[in-house]
C-alpha cells in the first residue's frame, strides 16, 4: 500500500541551528501537510500546499517555517531558527483531493528534539 | 474556533470485550471526520473516514458513526483484541478550510 515516507525518523539540533525536515508524500496525491505534536498535547495543523504554493496556514507557522517541493517527489518544512518550544513530532501528509471523501494519510513522523 | 474532545482519556478492557470511544466537536458544520490509531511514537493511521452527509463507516471491526446535529461520533470497536490496543484519535475538517482539527486521544489498553 502506498505511504507518506519521512527523514530523518529523530533529528537533534542545537538551538537557533536550522533544521530541513524531509516527506515523500504518496505519489499521485495532489495536497500536501504538515502537522507537528508538542509532546502529550494535540495534533496541530501547521500548514496546506498545492499547485506550489501555501493554500492554508496556521498562525503556528510563521516566518521561522517554511515550506518547498523542490522536486516532482520530495516536500520540505524548513525551521529556520529553532527554539526549544519547536520540540515536537513533525507530520507530513498527503491527500488526492480537498473532497469530503478524500482521507489523509499521514507518515511515521520526525522527531524534533532542540536543546 | 473547531474544539474536538475524547473521552475518555483512558480505558482498559478486557480481551473480546466490545467497546465504544466517543469524539464530540463544537461547530457542527464540519466537512468530514476521520478517525485514527496511534502507536506509541508512531504515526497516525488512517481507520475511517465520515463524510459529513453519511451517519456510519464500517471496516472490519470498526464502525463509526457521526451525529452532525449533536456534534458527535463514536468508534465501536467490535470483539477487542491486545493489538488493538494503542491511542485512537478523531479529527475533524471544517466545513472552511482544508485543515483537521484533532482531539487528544483515548489511549486503549486490551489486557488478553
Known amino acids: 500500500e502506498p505511504e507518506v515516507t519521512q527523514t530523518p525518523s529523530h533529528q537533534v539540533t542545537q538551538m537557533g541551528q536550522e533544521v530541513i525536515l524531509r516527506c515523500v508524500p504518496i505519489?499521485?496525491?495532489?495536497?500536501f501537510y504538515w502537522y507537528r505534536q508538542i509532546l502529550g498535547q494535540k495534533v496541530e495543523f501547521l500548514v496546506s500546499f498545492y499547485n506550489n504554493e501555501i493554500s492554508e496556514k496556521s498562525e503556528i507557522f510563521d516566518d521561522q517555517f517554511s515550506v518547498e517541493r523542490p522536486d516532482g517527489s520530495n516536500f520540505t518544512l524548513k525551521i529556520r531558527s529553532t527554539k526549544l518550544e519547536d520540540s515536537a513530532m513533525y507530520f507530513c501528509?498527503?491527500?488526492?483531493?480537498?473532497?469530503?471523501?478524500?482521507?489523509?494519510?499521514f507518515g511515521e513522523g520526525s522527531w524534533l528534539t532542540v536543546v | 474556533k473547531q474544539e474536538v474532545t475524547q473521552i475518555p482519556a483512558a480505558l482498559s478492557v478486557p480481551e473480546g470485550e466490545n467497546l465504544v470511544l466517543n469524539c464530540s466537536f463544537t461547530?457542527?458544520?464540519?466537512?468530514?471526520l476521520q478517525w485514527f490509531r496511534q502507536d506509541p511514537g508512531k504515526g497516525l493511521t488512517s481507520l475511517l473516514l465520515?463524510?459529513?452527509?453519511?451517519r456510519e463507516q464500517t471496516s472490519g471491526r470498526l464502525n463509526a458513526s457521526l451525529d452532525k446535529s449533536s456534534g458527535r461520533s463514536t468508534l465501536y470497536i467490535a470483539a477487542s483484541q491486545p493489538g488493538d490496543s494503542a491511542t485512537y484519535l478523531c479529527?475533524?475538517?471544517?466545513?472552511?478550510?482544508?485543515?483537521?482539527?484533532f482531539g487528544t486521544g483515548t489511549s486503549l489498553t486490551v489486557i488478553p
Open positions: 461547530d457542527s458544520a464540519i466537512y468530514n
Open positions: 505519489s499521485n496525491h495532489l495536497y
Open positions: 479529527a475533524v475538517r471544517a466545513g472552511t478550510g482544508n485543515q483537521f482539527y
Open positions: 501528509a498527503s491527500s488526492r483531493g480537498t473532497g469530503s471523501g478524500n482521507t489523509i494519510y
Open positions: 465520515i463524510q459529513s452527509s453519511q
